[in-house]
C-alpha cells in the first residue's frame, strides 16, 4: 500500500490501471503523480506487492521514502508532460533496502520488447556536503549550491550542495540506502538538449550506504557524481550509451569494484565520444579554483568495445563514437588503483592536460592498461608515456589487434576470460594463471592513511579526515572479481536481458 501524502504541490494521481503489455497486470499499478511534477512531505512506503509508476518528476522533501525488497518502480516517458523521474531532495531519505535474493527493480513502463535507453529520466539523489560550483550557478543567488541542469520548465529548481565551500561540510552526511537495485532504461532528454542519467548523486554524504547496484541502457552516463563524498561498492554499468562513471564538481568518494561492459554497437554521439570513466573538475569557472576532484576507484574491471567476441572488433570507430577508457579533464584529478583497462580504441587513459598527470594529480597504481591498436591506439596523449606509466607500478601490454587471426590476444594480454566481452551473458571471473592474480600494489596514502598531502604546486590533499580507510578491502586480486564472483552474488540479481522481462 501507499502510505498517504500530504502537503504535495498537487495532489497525486492514485489509480489502480492494466499493466502496459496490455492485459491484467499480476500486480496492481499504482500511478503517483500528474504529468509534470508533485512534492510529497510525508514519510511514504512502496509496497512489493504493488506496481508504482513514476508520471512527472516525483519529489520527496522533508520525508523519508522506503521501498521494500523486490519492489518494482516504473516511469513514464514524458509523451504527455514530463517524464518519470524520481528525486530525492537534500532534506529527504532513500531507503531502498533491496536483496540480492529481492533486488529493487526501476525501469521503463513500456512492454517488453518495445523498451528503449531514455524511456524514463531516472534517479536524482541530493545532499548537503560540499560540491565544487561556482557561486550563483545559473544565475541563482545562492554560494556554492548546484543545480540540476536542463530542468524542463513548471518543474522547480532541483538543488544540491552545502551551500558554503569547505569540503568537511556535511562529508559524513548519511541520506539513506540502496543496495541490490537495478536502474534500466533510464536517461530522457530534458529542456535544453540535457539528460538524465540512471543514477545521479548531488552531494551525497558518506554516511549514505549504496552496493550492489546496476545501471543498464542509459542513454546518457550510468553514474554521476556531482560532488559530495558518497562511498559505493559492486557497481555495475551494462550498455551504457555515454560514459558509465562520470565525476563531477569536486566529487571526493571511493567506489571499489565495479564493472563497465561497453556493447560496440551502443554509444553516444557526442564529440568527446564514449567512454568507461569521464572526469571533470567542477561547473567550469568555479570560484574555488585550488579544490580538485578526487575520486578514487579501486578494482575496477573495465571491458571497452574491441575484444574477441565482438562482431565488429575490427571496426574503426569515429571520435564522436568511441574513445578512451578514462579521459581525465580540467580541475580533476582521479585515482585507479588495482584495475584492468582494456578493449578501448585509442586510449586506454587520455589526459587533456598532460602536466596533471606529472604533478601527480592523477595516480594510477597496481593497474593493467590493455591496449589494442587496432586504430593506432596508445596509452595516452602522452610521448613517450610507458616509462611515465612504470613510475606509477602499472604495467601496459599492447596487444596485435582483435581479428579473426588475433581472436583471443586482447583477452589473454588482459587477463580476462573471452567472455568478459560476450555481452549477452559476460563472465568476468578470472582464469587460472590470469596475471590479474597477482601484482596487487596497496602502497598508496589512500589505502592506509589520512595526512597526506600532495607534492607543490598543488596542496590537494591525497586521502581525507571524513573517511576510514577500512573501507577499502585488499583481495589477492586485481579487477572486480577473482576466480569467483565472490561476493557480487551477480547470478541472483543482475539481469543482462530487461527488455524480455515482463515486469508484471
Partial sequence: MLAAMVGACNDPVDEITEDGVGQAAALPVRTIGNGTEITIQTNTT????????????????????????????????????NPGTLVIERTAILDAAGTAQDPIIFTSNKPAGQRAAGD????????????????????????????????????????????????????????????????????????????????????????????????????????????????????????????????????????????????????GTGSGGSRGFEANGDDGDAQNLIFFADPLFSHVTNVGPNGPINPNCTRTYAANEYNDGVVVRDKSKIDIFNSVITGYPRHAIFYEFPNDYFNRLTETQGSLLVVPN???????????????????????????????????????????????????????TLPAGSPLLADTVYQHPRYNTNNLLGPPPFVIPRAYSFQDPSFLERPAFRGAMGTTDGNWQISLWVEYDPQSQPYL
Fill in 46 to 81: 512502496f509496497d512489493s506487492d504493488t506496481i508504482y509508476l513514476l508520471d512527472g518528476f516525483v519529489k520527496f522533501k522533508n520525508a523519508t521514502l522506503t521501498i521494500q525488497p523486490g519492489t518494482i518502480v516504473k516511469g513514464t516517458d514524458g509523451s504527455n508532460g
Fill in 120 to 267: 524514463w529520466g531516472g534517479i536524482l539523489w541530493l545532499g548537503n556536503a560540499f560540491s565544487n560550483v561556482k557561486a550563483g550557478v545559473n544565475g541563482a543567488p545562492i554560494n556554492f549550491l548546484g543545480n540540476i541542469e536542463g530542468v524542463p520548465p513548471g518543474v522547480s529548481p532541483i538543488r544540491y550542495g552545502s551551500g558554503v565551500g569547505t569540503i568537511n561540510t556535511n562529508a559524513t552526511e548519511n541520506r539513506g540506502t540502496l543496495t541490490y537495485a537495478r536502474i534500466e532504461f533510464a536517461g530522457s532528454i530534458l529542456s535544453e538538449g540535457d539528460e538524465t542519467n540512471s543514477l545521479t548523486l548531488g552531494g551525497v554524504g558518506n554516511g549514505t550506504t549504496i552496493h550492489h547496484v546496476q545501471v543498464s541502457f542509459s542513454s546518457d552516463d550510468g553514474f554521476e557524481w556531482f560532488g559530495g563524498t558518497v562511498d559505493q561498492k559492486y557497481l555495475l554499468a551494462y550498455k551504457t550509451a555515454d560514459d558509465d562513471f562520470d565525476t563531477d564538481q569536486g566529487y571526493l568518494g571511493r567506489t571499489q569494484y565495479a564493472i563497465c561492459q561497453r556493447d560496440p554497437d551502443i554509444f
Fill in 374 to 428: 587496432v586504430v593506432g591506439a596508445s596509452v595516452s596523449n602522452l610521448a613517450p608515456l610507458p616509462a611515465s606509466i612504470t613510475n606509477r607500478q602499472n604495467q601496459v601490454a599492447s596487444a596485435l589487434g582483435c581479428g579473426a587471426l588475433n581472436a583471443t590476444n586482447v583477452a589473454a594480454r588482459s587477463g580476462l576470460k573471452n567472455d568478459a566481452w560476450n555481452i549477452a551473458a559476460p563472465d568476468f
